[in-house]
């Protein structure tokens, strides 16, 4: 089993940057795809972006494309979403999620099989 515990959430400007930390319990982190989700207030949660289990490859929303980085530490058990040039529209709560097998439908938050408790982003125009 695997527990994730995200941080590094706030209020920023238009145009800063944040970085999101998801940490990860358990000794079997560096098998599992991890993916970032975010959820605005009355909207459903959307797919960010997704990062394979060794690093090798990362896909993004075409929402965030170019503004946000995903990376992982496997020695740390711990993955990252760089966020740079955030928009207001970006405001949300930011999860992430774990999937063992992880499809070429990674952009379904079923694919994933355990989620931490999120973090909230605020971006102010």
């Known amino acids: 089993q695997v527990q994730l515990v995200e941080s590094g959430g706030g209020l920023v400007q238009a145009g800063g940057s944040l970085r999101l930390s998801c940490a990860a319990s358990g000794r079997t982190f560096s098998t599992y795809g991890m993916g970032w989700f975010r959820q605005a207030p009355g909207k459903e949660r959307e797919f960010v972006g997704a990062?394979?289990?060794?690093?090798?490859?990362?896909v993004y929303a075409d929402s965030v494309k170019g503004r946000f980085t995903i990376s992982r530490d496997n020695a740390k058990n711990t993955v990252y979403l760089q966020m740079n040039s955030l928009k207001p529209e970006d405001t949300a709560v930011y999860y992430c999620?774990?999937?063992?097998?992880?499809?070429?439908?990674?952009?379904?938050?079923?694919?994933?099989?355990?989620w931490g408790q999120g973090t909230q982003v605020s971006v102010s125009s």
């Open positions: 990062i394979t289990w060794s690093g090798g490859n990362t």
């Open positions: 999620a774990a999937g063992r097998y992880i499809t070429d439908s990674y952009y379904n938050d079923y694919e994933y099989d355990y």
